[in-house]
Every structure is written in structure tokens, then in C-alpha cells.
């Protein structure tokens, strides 16, 4: 019964979670609210951003006030050193590899449903609850946990999760992910919550201002020193230089510092040749991509099992029709039904069959 069920409610001090929380209360679960304190820059700390990030740490008091109004346990743990390590430095890493990585992916995997799990199972916690616009569901007849979209498409967060294993889904439950976000709010203010009409948080919670190339600069700057680049059209001619490969991202077309008769995109990083190549949007277009990591959440496929799929190579991007290969190793083959623009290594490539996360991989 879930009157006998403990979960902890993974708690931002945002609406999503606090309603979540207001939710499993009203189910009748006994609930113990978790903040994770992660780490942050002087620039996170200064910024006015930071009281409507993850992190801030307004946001902790916002969460703890929501948990003395559901009458709740809380504690706010400190995961700084996690998160410096799991997801900052390879945030780092993966620029100066000439890759463009997805921090909050790496949030999900390593922190929230990993390093919060084993939190909540020291409580004696069962489940972790998190505010994801996603859903969960155990399909019978494929003996399978199935990741499925946020009913509410605006909001929808499954591109996120598509690492989650099997292990993972059966032990998290996401309970907005069946309302829209105006429902949300509706709960949180009916509940009487101080965050129900709290802005929306930024995507990347450690760099308030959004510029990266900047926040490496500061906090990584051996690397960004050795990362200078010679910008090379794909015919090979040489265009000048650029500030390092770690300032760009593949199908990035202003702010390169280069002067040429018509638009220019990225479409290549040489991180170990400190080149980066350029051309035209055609050349920045691709017809198929590997991808590596490959998490198969619907299917446990064999080498050259091949499914049509709708694939999305970025979190903001459209879908595309697609077919999908497995390989060995844990690498899939994409093959876009159309050729898809700025293919990005370092980005994840989800693939979905309609209302189901089929599975995801790291473009490579």
C-alpha cells in the first residue's frame, strides 16, 4: 500500500517538484523531501539567475518552506563534490575533446537517479520521485520498464532521461508527467506552495549568463590557453584563427571571427589538430550518424536489428524519421530519412516510436 511506501521527492525548490511533492502526499505515501546542493561558480553565486536555479540558494529555503507546508521531513544534502566531478569537469572535458556535451543529461544519470538513490535507500526510501515531465510504465508483455513522453508535449523532459536503465525506471516515478503545466501551478497554488508562480529555472545551472566558452575560460584556463585554433574552409584553405575549439560547436554559424563571401558553419572539430572546419550549410548536413553509449530502453536488440524511429539530435530540435541499427559494442547506426543539419558529436541522438522512448546514444 503506499501509506507504507517511502519515497524521497527530489525537491529543486521549483513548482514541478513541489507539486510532485504535494501529489505524493495526497496519494498517501510517506514522503521525505531531498535537496541536492550542487556546486556552483562565484558568477552562479552573484546572479540574480541563481535564486530561480537548481542550486540557488534561495531555492533550497523555497524547497524547505514547501516541505514544512506538506508537513514532510527535508533535508538539503550536499552533492558539490559529485556534481564538480560527474558533471562540471566533464562538461570541460568533452569541449576540449571538440565535443558539445549535455550537462543535464549527465545530471539525470549521475546524481539524481544514482548518488540520490542510494541517499534515499540509507532512509529506507523505495522510490525516488523527481518533477520530469515524463512517464513510466512496466509493459507486460515485453517484461520491460518503458520510458514514455510527457503527456503535456510543451513540457515534455524524456529527451532528458533516455540513459535511464531498467533498474532506474523501476525505482522512480514521475507524477507530473501526466498533467499540463498550468495543472501544476493550479496544484501548487491550491496547495498554498510559496513556488507556484516561480519563474521557469535555466537549463544549465552552473552558468547563469549562458556563455560557456566564458566559464571555461575562468575556471579551466590551462585548457583554454593550449585549445587556439586555425579555422580551415573544407576545400582547405585557411581562413584564420579562432580563440580555441572548445568557443564552438558544430553547425554554429555567427560569431566565428571570419570573413568570407557567403554564410559559414562549423562542420568540424579537430581538438588534437586544433583545427576548426568550415563551409557551407550543405556541408553541415548529414545523412546518417554513429551513435555510441546506446541505452535500448523499449527493445534488448541483437547486432544488425534494425526499427524505424522518429530521432531527435538535439533537445530543442524537431523529430525526424529514421532508421536505427544496432552494432556491436554499444554503438546504433542512424540513417535520417532526410539529411539532418549540424549533426553534433557529444549531443544525444533519442529515438522515440511514437509515445515511447525507444532508446538514445551520444552522437559520436
Known sequence: MPEQETVVIAMSGGVDSSATAALMVKKGYNCVGMTMRLWK?????????????????????????????LDIPYYAINFKEEFWNEVVVKFAQEYFAGRTPSPCILCNEKLKFDTLYNKAREIGASKVC????????????????LLLRGKYRKKDQSYFLFSMTQEQLSKTLFPVGEFTKEDIRDMAEDAGLVTAKKPESQDICFIPDGDYAAFLERHFPEETKKAKATVKHVNGETLGENKGTYSVTVGQRKGLG???????????????????????????TKPECIIEGVNWIAVDPQVGDEFRVSARIRSRGPESPATVTALEEGKARVVFDTPAHAVTPGQACVFYQDEIVFGGGWIK
Open 41 to 69: 561558480g562565484e558568477e552562479a553565486e552573484q546572479s540574480s539567475c541563481s535564486n530561480q536555479s537548481c542550486c540557488g540558494a534561495e531555492s533550497v529555503e523555497d524547497a524547505r518552506l514547501v516541505a514544512r507546508a
Open 258 to 284: 571570419i570573413a568570407f563571401g557567403e554564410p559559414l558553419y562549423v562542420t568540424g572539430i579537430d581538438a588534437e589538430k586544433k583545427e576548426i572546419l568550415v563551409g557551407s550549410r550543405e556541408d553541415a
Open 130 to 145: 523527481t518533477g520530469h515531465y515524463a512517464r513510466i510504465e512496466f509493459d507486460q508483455n515485453r517484461g520491460r520498464y
